[in-house]
């Protein structure tokens, strides 16, 4: 199975679409004085310091074989009543992030966090209402696409995939994302839809009523109306500020320097582009070898599938390296993100900012360490991180610019904290909760301290402190799903309480644990 159908947009694409869908910035919203990257939660208890929030991502994949991963986690979620709204971190719905799957991968598996959700099949995944907030951020499968021939292609196997109980089901239909309008339609507020100035001046009127920070905005009502404003925005809740960003629209590779070590690099990724090239030629000639009416063989074809994924991402991570010619990057959003940053930091009722976003800017999981968009992400919040210490002087003892990243992307969770690594995103906090859903990924071998030129040579800037992925050979191979419950202590230099929850599936069982939960308190 060869995976090359799927592309990925330009990022001026992504970027001119998502605002042509919001209408960005046109004159009424200025006229109004409107906010469109701010939201208020129409709660009585939003001003209460100690809370907590569940954290999932990477999840929208449906069943694989005959265990649901998604469902199960979803099911211990549920015995978290107290919590006050969860965070997404992306790919919402695999493989492309089309709309033929969200029922399957988000509408079925969600469906107690849904007004109507006892009968899911009523249900338009452009028509949503939670019951509990649900904040999201776009992964780079709700983005993706998929060409007309090869969504003929998937078709003509739908009858045989069928047969075989779903078990090879690729979550692949007729097309992808359309340049990420499925997610739009079903997260955000498609002002697109409203024709004539008149409709939309009523729209405003009737849902961007709230007040943040002194702007209108909108006013976000769990039961009611469960629009997200923009696909990077920012909400307060107990004195705590949250930051939602897009990080597939500043995740371009750097350019490889016309320099010695430059040409050295390249020559490097052309070696791992050929080495990648052979091993998912022999991934396929094993896959073809298995029979996926067998139990263990299906399990083995569902770890092949796995492999075979990382290997395309790893494939266009290379090829973007490779492409001297550099996409645009959305400063746009990050000249948004260190504003908004240094707005908090002046407003003395704010006790701790976290922000999320999908691609990790740190990570041990052995596909995504040492990837061009890893070190892109890390370099650019590096870079806003820098200019806000700028502006606002020298931090307090003890403080990081935020108390907490979390991300998704990489399909594990894991705990990361940096060292001095010469910039401000030293003394930091990170976590990766990419393991709610998707075939799991391992650590990688060469060990859990990351150093700042990605060899034993350079300088150590962070290490990791958890990891919960995939482990194990053969029948004894464990599958540790996850999802994250934080526990926001009272105070003005808050604690976070971080509980690990997971869900193992080995030799056909499911396993419930906690791990130990571990206090942030920067």
Wanted: aromatic share 12%; hydrophobic share 35%; glycine share 6%.
């Amino acid at each position: 199975m060869k995976f090359e159908f799927v592309s990925d947009p330009q990022i001026s694409v992504k970027i001119d679409q998502m605002q042509r869908r919001v209408r960005w910035q046109e004159s009424l919203f200025k006229e109004e004085a409107i906010a469109q990257t701010k939201l208020v939660i129409d709660e009585k208890d939003t001003d209460n310091p100690q809370f907590s929030f569940l954290v999932i991502g990477d999840s929208g994949c449906g069943s694989h074989l005959k265990h649901h991963p998604q469902r199960k986690i979803t099911e211990m979620m549920l015995e978290h009543q107290q919590s006050r709204f969860i965070l997404h971190m992306g790919d919402v719905v695999y493989q492309v992030g089309s709309s033929e799957y969200y029922h399957n991968n988000f509408i079925n598996p969600y469906k107690e966090f849904l007004v109507g959700g006892e009968n899911p099949q009523h249900l338009k995944y452009d028509d949503l209402t939670f019951k509990l907030p649900f904040f999201p951020v776009p992964g780079n499968h709700d983005y993706y696409d998929l060409s007309l021939v090869y969504g003929i292609l998937f078709q003509a196997t739908w009858l045989p995939r069928r047969l075989l109980r779903g078990r090879l089901d690729l979550d692949v239909g007729w097309h992808g994302s359309e340049q990420g309008n499925a997610y739009a339609r079903a997260f955000l507020d498609y002002l697109l839809d409203i024709k004539g100035t008149v409709n939309l001046k009523q729209h405003l009127d009737n849902y961007y009523t709230a007040k943040h920070q002194g702007d209108r905005c909108l006013n976000y009502q769990p039961g009611k109306f469960t629009r997200l404003p923009n696909r990077y925005y920012t909400f307060r809740y107990g004195g705590i500020d949250f930051f939602a960003l897009d990080s597939n629209t500043f995740n371009e590779p750097l350019v490889i320097p016309d320099t010695e070590a430059g040409k050295n690099k390249r020559v490097k990724l052309l070696e791992r582009q050929r080495e990648l090239a052979k091993r998912e030629e022999a991934i396929q000639a094993a896959m073809d070898k298995l029979d996926p009416n067998n139990y263990e063989d299906a399990e083995q074809i569902d770890d092949y599938y796995a492999k075979l994924e990382y290997t395309a991402e790893s494939q266009r991570d290379i090829e973007k390296q490779l492409n001297q010619v550099q996409q645009a990057t959305d400063w746009e959003q990050l000249d948004w993100f260190r504003d908004s940053l240094i707005a908090s930091w002046q407003d003395e009722s704010v006790r701790g900012r976290i922000v999320f976003f999908h691609h990790p800017p740190y990570v041990t999981e052995a596909t995504k360490w040492n990837q061009g968009q890893t070190i892109a992400i890390r370099d650019r919040l590096r870079q806003v991180f820098d200019n806000v210490v700028k502006d606002i002087g020298e931090l307090p003892p003890g403080r990081s610019v935020v108390n907490l990243v979390l991300s998704g992307h990489a399909h594990c969770m894991e705990h990361l904290y940096t060292k001095d690594t010469g910039y401000a995103d030293s003394y930091t906090d990170w976590i990766v909760c990419g393991g709610s859903g998707h075939s799991l990924r391992r650590q990688r071998r060469e060990g859990a301290v990351l150093f700042q030129d990605g060899d034993l040579d350079s300088k150590p800037i962070g290490q990791s402190q958890l990891f919960i992925g995939r482990h194990g050979k053969g029948r004894n191979t464990k599958r540790p799903y996850s999802f994250l419950r934080i526990d926001v202590q009272a105070g003005e230099q808050p604690e976070f309480v971080v509980n690990p929850y997971v869900a193992q599936w080995h030799q056909r069982q499911w396993h419930e644990y906690a791990e130990k939960p571990f206090v942030i308190d920067q």
